[in-house]
């Protein structure tokens, strides 16, 4: 499986930018593909996540109603378009996806067994 992400950079606050993670070599069933994020210093943490075969949706708290996760069943791709951008969103944005991740640990790093290389998206004030 790999998995390739692209589409970060520099915008400024309240820009928006659309993330793509392409996914080769399987699908997912009752996986998802999601993306985390991890800030300078910070932890990586979960940011949104969409269920491969029901494509339901779960956002964090922090990005709701801003970034909308989405899936493009033919080209095998995750997008993750994020609108109205603040500072605190500069991260390196990864792609993860899993085949089977019960609903408990979608929001958790363990729940997915792969991962793509990061793309950095920096959000300048």
């Known amino acids: 499986v790999q998995l390739q992400a692209s589409g970060g950079g520099l915008v400024q606050a309240g820009g928006s930018l659309r993330l793509s993670c392409v996914a080769s070599?399987?699908?997912?069933?009752?996986?998802?593909v999601g993306w985390f994020r991890q800030g300078p210093g910070k932890e990586r943490e979960f940011v949104a996540t969409i269920r491969w075969n029901s494509m339901i949706t779960y956002y964090a708290d922090s990005v709701k109603g801003r970034f909308t996760i989405s899936r493009d069943n033919a080209k095998n791709t995750v997008f993750l378009q994020m609108n109205s951008l603040k500072p605190e969103d500069t991260a390196v944005y990864y792609c993860a996806a899993g085949s089977r991740i019960i609903t408990s640990n979608l929001r958790q790093k363990a729940g997915y067994g792969y991962w793509g290389q990061g793309t950095q998206v920096t959000v300048s004030s």
């Open positions: 070599g399987r699908t997912f069933g009752n996986g998802a």
